[in-house]
């Protein structure tokens, strides 16, 4: 038994035993993201002439997209959604909840960290019925306690109401996560600080930020890759009124199959992949770097 | 000067880690407070520090009520029994951490700090991150960052148990150095009887939120003021025997012992400290003020081996000096040194015998 191969299986059965798995990612994942990249390379339509004999196109759709403007605003849109409802909103408010819930005793504790979680749990038809209900025209539960009536939130403030909407669902998983990262510091290190006369804001710039920073850009990763992905906000407002709130993954949706241009979709598909690759490249560069630092 | 008093904190539950407790610590003392755990020493402790609210009672530090002050304004510095230093700062910064929330200037901190340090002779260590420090260089970090920011009073909390054994005494004096260098009023915390002896200019020994005793060292060793201080005072437990005296005479474990003057007649406890009774392993010919019974343990102390002997129902213990050790199951007899005995009616101290 070599030290390279300490189960003693030998090269063959080990193979044996990872091929199942491999052939598994590469027969749902690996071949449709290539079929994905061939697609974007075609003008492949849902119906029509297209439909039955898809040429190859090139980069045609590559640089239709770049020069849309409705790809451009969708971009930007996503920026916002990503800024506004996950770094800003999930994160800060997620850390907050924990921050405030640390050393409360246990009903209060439990009781709003089941009310946080409740909304990351539930369906998400379930939750976007919810949210309709809660912002409907005409019998909205907020028109009904803010004494406004007729006033129609989601097609006066579709970005908002979804960021806002975003926020709710998902800042339960940045409330344990740091809540999780909070249990991390230890108490004498915050006594220390606040003996010296340190502020709440000096006690986290120099005790516990230093300690969860590896959380924290964990946290970040993962939620801004999940709300650049997030499909849910269709089920508010379907991208509209007139592609207001028409973030990518939305767009991609209102193109490929409402509007039936296939191959132009995989084309943005294979766009927002990158996009996402460039995201995670650099979170894990951050990391590494930290890393370094920590172990000199 | 620390003052408090009806000092009372209780937790949600019921538990009163600390009873309405008076207490003066003098300028410039060096304070034990002494208990087993779970006695309310570091609750007090870190009423001090402003780490707990009382739920009554007034602290006051140097004649000022600090007892609705946040920690960062009673002018106190604590050292944490894991030291609390910050891993991402250098000792410099670590040291200069109070005086950099007091918004000192860099170069005066940094001078501050390397001052300190020097003191402390930690100056060839000033860039180096607290995970490549040794235990005792990091407690002695802990110690110039307290002192860096000159507070009124230091708060110890089991200032010496993460050290090795080893280390732990050479800690000790320097510590005690240290305080009498400074003469700040210091307080510090800790279940091991042998350090609050050593150090402590005054012990208060504290149980279940009380305190039990308060004196100097040898008041606390030599007359325990009741049968807890006693058994917990020492390095090996006092020997507390139930006792009656009747006639003029005690009655201990079989032996007859004399009675004080003004000793009334009734039930006692009879407390002798291991050290102060010698080991006969004759039979002492007419007399009747020993304890006679069977070697049942010998344990070994390095330069003496604490014995237990077996006696009816009672387990009385006696220290040997080394090389005469009884063997186990052999008949030995204890015999008590005069005026080393204390006598306890009602877990009070009456006199010794």
Known sequence: MSQADPSGLGRARAVGFVLPGLVLIGVFLIFPALWTIYLGLTDYRLTGLAAADPQVVGVDNYTTALGDERFRNSLWLTLQYVLGSAVVGQAVLGFAIAWVLRNRPGPVKRITEGLVLLAWILPSSVIAFLWIALLDRDDGTLNALLHTPGFAWLLDYPMPSIIVFNVWRGTAFSMMLYGAALENVPPSHLETARLAGASTFQQLRDVVFPRIKGHVLTNLLLISLWTFNDFTSFQLTAGGPEGRSEILPVYIYNVALSGGRLGFGAAISFLVLLINLVFAFVYLRLLRDRRKVVVP | ?353
């Not at chain 2, 012992?257 to 400290?273: E, F, I, K, N």
């Open chain 2, 1 to 353: 000067m620390i003052s408090l008093s009806g000092l009372t904190k209780e937790f949600p539950g019921g538990v009163r880690a600390v009873d309405s407790l008076d207490l003066e610590i003098g300028d410039g003392e060096f304070f034990a407070l002494l208990g087993p755990s779970g006695c309310g020493k570091t609750t007090l402790l870190r009423s001090i520090a402003g780490l707990e609210t009382p739920t009554s009672g007034k602290i006051r530090i140097g004649g000022v009520d600090v007892t609705a002050s946040p920690p960062g304004r009673r002018d106190v510095a604590m050292v944490f029994q894991d030291y609390a230093l910050f891993p991402h700062m250098d000792v410099t910064s670590n040291i200069a951490y109070p005086l950099r929330i007091k918004k000192v200037s860099r170069q005066r901190r940094e001078a501050k700090a390397a001052e300190t340090a020097s003191r402390l002779s930690l100056s060839d260590l000033l860039a180096r991150r607290p995970a490549q420090l040794s235990g005792g260089q990091q407690q002695r970090v802990a110690l110039a960052r307290a002192i860096a920011s000159r507070p009124q009073v230091f708060l110890f909390d089991e200032p010496l148990s993460n050290l090795d054994a080893r280390l732990r005494l050479e800690a000790r004096t320097f510590l005690k150095r240290l305080q009498r260098e400074l003469a700040v009023t210091t307080v510090f915390v800790t279940h091991d009887q042998g350090e609050a002896l050593a150090l402590a200019d005054r012990i208060a020994v504290m149980n279940a939120g009380r305190i039990m005793q308060v004196g100097t060292p040898s008041e606390v060793f030599h007359r325990p003021t009741d049968p807890f201080v006693a058994g917990f005072i020492g390095s090996t437990p006092m020997n507390l025997l139930p006792a009656s005296a009747e006639g003029g005479r005690l009655h201990v474990a079989g032996a007859v012992l004399p009675l004080p003057r003004d000793v009334a007649d009734g039930p006692l406890v009879y407390g002798l400290r291991p050290e102060y009774a010698d080991l006969s392993q004759s039979a002492p010919v007419g007399r009747r003020d020993v304890f006679s019974g069977k070697v049942a343990v010998v344990e070994n102390l390095g330069t003496a081996h604490l014995v237990t002997l077996d006696s009816g129902d009672l387990l009385i213990q006696v220290v040997v000096p080394e090389g005469d050790e009884p063997a186990v199951g052999a008949s030995a007899w204890a015999v008590p040194r005069p005026g080393r005995a204390l006598l306890y009616r009602d877990d009070r101290l009456l006199t010794g015998a």
